[in-house]
């Protein structure tokens, strides 16, 4: 019905996109990133949904500027031609590089923690035939997928209250035991996970109704902040401080936790089901990144897409070292937060030439 | 367009057959899960690592019709012990099913457990049910003892040492509750003490591992573990059995069974001159009773109530001075000071609060029925 229509995406649509672009590789790991600030940390989560909230509103503004546009042409409005598509270029390679680090990320854990006798060749090829087939169904396929992800894996939240049982509550308190080096630390380390409802700026022109754009995506931001922030708080309840800056994937501990008769090893099950999560949040940003292919390219090509998996498959298959990797996985999310920046700069860049449009006239 | 993605996708697969491994997969039957694995001390670099793993009803032989296998290494590292029973078994040894872990005496006052148990904690295969338990004697003697009333020692410990109500007479620790109370500052690891006489291994007690030093410093029986294990906030503990008149030459016996208990305790946030007010209160059903009292008078069986409130009174009071010459914090006393505590919290601080803090102790004993007889 919505084939040839430009604008597919209803508020559902928007709100679950934007969830599941949050929600990926980054929450397995999110007490364990924000552990400099100890048993203070479960609150930080709601102070991310707040900064979240603050740097969407320049995102919004600048897209309600450029009603029919994604990033990549306003780039190319702003900036220049050349600039514009310079900056385009390295914006494909973010969110391809994202993809491609998210995919790592999660085939290397289900490696070690369900597969260790494979190597993850084959599961990346079916990552990757599913992963393409999400995307060629285009934004609303990936908006429905989202959808259907969120609500398969929300029901693993069941699984907190073995930690919350097991946890101590008393460990809310002191409500601030971190000095603001500690703070900082653990904002920059885990902010990342907040990383993906910049996305907005790609999928916007598809946004049925943009004036509601940012309450839609708020609910989005708000949904996983949530999530993120009962994950949190059972994870300082159930560990000591000691476990939460040393274990790296501390929900696949809490899901460990778990005892059911009728089965035994939840964490398994936990980590497989996480392919969902992975999938939604990778397709979003390969998807972000054949936009921006097209628009480099000036045509929308099916085949592009293709390029991209296979450049994801080369990125994820070679086995670079662990040193390499680190810096690689840690400088891509810098650059996400200078993404999130980046409509500050346009803005300042737009009103300037808007205001020297209006002094000629 | 279709036509050469299809023969590029044709080629990249035809490629890719070269990216498979040199050597098969595990099938399941050159895999052997280990079960219960026992690890007892040597000297201060050497252990004897012993694993037992259960046989498949299909591979006992007419010869061999054991149901257990048990295997031991002399090693210095888990892992390198786990290769060297790999090559003894033929098997390839897998950590998936690990159910107890057994340390000797020996090894748990020698403060090595932690390093072991972090290796485990750390391995993904692991699951987070590992039991951790201390044994009197050697570990590898209570795997390979001959039990004759038991058809597989590894079905029998495995249940031994599942939380039931009638042997919850402390907490049973796994190897995340290990962890845990081992890297947390203000606890002190409380973990059960197997004995074994003639027969079966029996739970005997609990040992406390020192946060500190990481040794085992003591070794509670089994009324003194229960009692923390109230302390600690567990609604249900398994019948308490006791002697009312101690000291006296007359014995007054009662047995209590279905206990619920409740504890509450506060601080007074006074790190410099800690003060805790410890309530415990159970209810109970009194199942068994030999002395002069006659039940049926109320007046008799309040009395009661309140000796057999007095004698827990008297034997808490007595555990918190043992814990305080110990400098040792099992129940968690010190959380309720690093709770209002700016700063970093330390061992040494728990260990402060324990030795100086003064205990206000109230014990309830509320019995709530005596069976369906007057």
């Given amino acids: 019905m919505h084939i040839n229509q430009v604008k597919k995406l209803n508020g559902y649509h928007v709100v679950f996109l934007v969830q599941s672009s949050l929600v990926g590789v980054g929450l397995l790991s999110m007490p364990y990133l924000i552990s400099p600030m100890g048993f203070s940390q479960w609150w930080l989560p709601l102070v991310f949904g707040i900064v979240a909230n603050i740097t969407l509103i320049p995102m919004i503004w600048l897209l309600k500027q450029y009603k029919n546009h994604n990033i990549y042409t306003i780039n190319e409005k702003l900036l220049g031609k050349w600039l514009g598509r310079f900056v385009n270029l390295l914006l494909v390679l973010y969110a391809t590089a994202f993809g491609a680090s998210l995919i790592e990320r999660y085939l290397d854990l289900v490696q070690v923690s369900a597969l260790p006798d494979k190597t993850i060749i084959g599961s990346l090829i079916f990552f990757l035939f599913l992963l393409t087939y999400i995307i060629h169904g285009g934004i609303k396929s990936i908006a429905r997928f989202c959808i259907m992800t969120f609500f398969l894996t929300l029901p693993m939240m069941y699984f907190l209250q073995w930690g919350y049982v097991d946890g101590e509550i008393s460990h809310m308190l002191p409500f601030y035991t971190f000095t603001s080096e500690e703070f900082v630390k653990a904002f920059k380390d885990g902010y990342v996970t907040m990383i993906g409802y910049e996305l907005i700026l790609v999928y916007y022109p598809y946004v049925i109704h943009q004036q509601k754009a940012f309450k839609h995506v708020s609910i989005g931001i708000w949904i996983s902040c949530i999530i993120y922030f009962l994950v949190t708080f059972v994870a300082v309840m159930f560990f000591s401080e000691w476990q939460l800056a040393n274990i790296l994937y501390p929900i696949l501990k809490l899901l460990k936790s778990v005892e059911m008769s009728f089965i035994d090893r939840v964490d398994v099950m936990g980590i497989s089901l996480w392919v969902f999560l992975v999938l939604s949040t990778t397709s979003v940003y390969i998807w972000a990144g054949k936009k921006g292919l097209d628009s480099l390219r000036s045509n929308n090509k099916t085949y592009h897409l293709y390029i991209l998996a296979i450049i994801l498959f080369i990125v994820v298959a070679i086995p670079f070292s662990d040193s390499f990797e680190k810096i690689w996985h840690s400088s891509i999310n810098y650059v996400g937060y200078g993404i999130i920046l980046w409509p500050n700069l346009l803005i300042i860049i737009h009103l300037i030439k808007f205001r020297k449009r209006e002094s000629v006239k | ?374």
Avoid at chain 2, 182 to 211: C, F, H, R
Avoid at chain 2, 313 to 337: Q, W
Wanted: hydrophobic share 35%.
């Fill in chain 2, 1 to 374: 367009m279709n036509r050469s993605f299809l023969l590029t996708l044709s080629f990249s697969v035809l490629m890719i057959t070269g990216c498979a491994g040199e050597t098969r997969d595990t099938s399941v039957e050159h895999v052997a899960l280990v079960s219960v694995m026992g690890i007892d001390y040597i000297d201060e670099k050497n252990m004897k690592l012993t694993v037992a793993i259960p046989v498949p009803t299909g591979e006992s032989t007419a010869e061999n019709t054991k149901d257990t296998q048990i295997f031991s290494t002399e090693t210095k590292l888990m892992q390198e012990g786990i290769i060297d029973i790999s090559s003894q078994a033929d098997k390839r040894i897998k950590l998936n099913g690990l159910e107890v872990i057994m340390f000797d005496q020996k090894f748990a006052e020698s403060g090595k457990m932690l390093s072991v148990l972090e290796n485990l904690y750390r391995d993904p295969t692991v699951g987070g049910h590992v039991r951790i338990v201390v044994v009197k004697g050697s570990s590898e003697k209570v795997l390979t003892a001959d039990y004759t009333e038991e058809p597989s020692i590894i079905s029998y410990l495995i249940t031994l040492m599942r939380p039931q109500i009638n042997n919850t007479y402390g907490p049973f620790t796994t190897i995340h509750e290990f962890m845990y109370a081992q890297t947390n500052p203000v606890l002190d690891t409380l973990i059960p003490y197997l004995e074994k006489e003639e027969s079966l291994p029996k739970v005997a007690g609990m040992a406390l591992i020192d946060s500190n030093s990481k040794e085992m410093i003591q070794k509670f029986n089994l009324e003194q573990g229960k009692l923390i294990h109230s302390l600690q906030g567990t609604r249900e503990i398994p019948p308490f059995s006791f002697n009312l008149s101690e000291n006296s030459s007359e014995e007054e016996r009662v047995v209590i069974d279905l206990i619920t208990s409740k504890s509450k305790i506060k601080g007074n946030k006074n790190i410099n001159d800690p003060h805790l007010t410890v309530e415990l209160k159970f209810n109970g059903a009194l199942t068994e009773y030999l002395g002069d009292k006659d039940l049926s008078n109320g007046e008799d069986f309040a009395k009661l109530e309140k000796q057999i409130g007095e004698h827990l009174e008297n034997h808490t009071i007595d555990l918190l001075n043992e814990l305080s010459d110990l400098r040792a914090d099992p129940v968690g006393f010190s959380e309720k000071f690093r709770m209002y505590y700016d700063g970093e919290w330390t061992e040494d601080l728990t260990e402060q609060i324990v030795s100086t803090a003064q205990f206000d102790v109230t014990v309830e004993m509320k019995i709530l029925n005596v069976g369906s007889l007057k």
